[in-house]
């Protein structure tokens, strides 16, 4: 399998606290993978900085075999979209156009809406099954709707690495099978690389093809 990610010898600290140290690991194209650990283990921080969030102190990201720091964000975001911990949405948005944002990287700077874009809404309204409230408000939708919109919106990017930070955290049992029912059917069928955080490791055992255990700032296989 071809190399998506690469990160050699990470560090990264929030002023005088070591956060992340020496992180060494590689993650292939297509493969569904899982960080797990406790609460404060650097888990959002390792994915902030993959995500070029937050820049390291030291060590290489590589996102396939080129340096992340030569990669512009207009760049990034074509290639790899994020699902955040916390999605914070002030405006009652519908769902259409909360997805439509996810088209921005492609939009001139008029954010004039092309055939292309309304396409790839539709896909990923379709692989999210959310075609079906595309019309509601964004406040509307019970915790596990609004998820499955907010993972749609960074289908509609169009990305070759998906990465997400928690995104079961807040829902019950239902929607956390549910959510990582779909994330496992856009790995098999789509051949989308998947990064999930997690804190539940039953699930992560049961759809991830590989875990990555990060205990004070360290990785362990």
Known sequence: MILMLKIEDLKFTYGKQSVLDDINMSIKKKEFIGIIGPNGSGKSTLLK???KH????????????????DISLG?????MSVVPQETTINYSFTVYDLIMMGRNPYQDRWGRITEKDKEEV???????????????????????????????????????ILLLDEPTASLDIYYQQEVFDI??????????????????????????????LLKKGQIYT
């Open 49 to 51: 900085n993959i995500s």
């Open 54 to 69: 937050l820049i390291a102190d030291s060590g290489s990201i590589y996102l396939n075999k080129q340096l992340l720091n």
């Open 75 to 79: 760049e990034l975001a074509r290639t």
């Open 122 to 160: 539709g896909k990923a309204l379709e692989l999210t099954d959310t075609m079906q409230f595309k019309d509601k408000h964004i406040d509307q939708l019970s915790g596990g709707e609004r998820q499955r919109v907010i993972i749609a919106r960074a289908l509609a990017q169009k990305p070759k």
């Open 183 to 212: 994330l496992f059917s856009l790995n098999r069928e789509l051949g989308l690389t998947i990064v999930v955080v997690s804190h539940d490791l039953n699930l992560s055992s049961q759809y991830c093809d590989r875990l990555f």
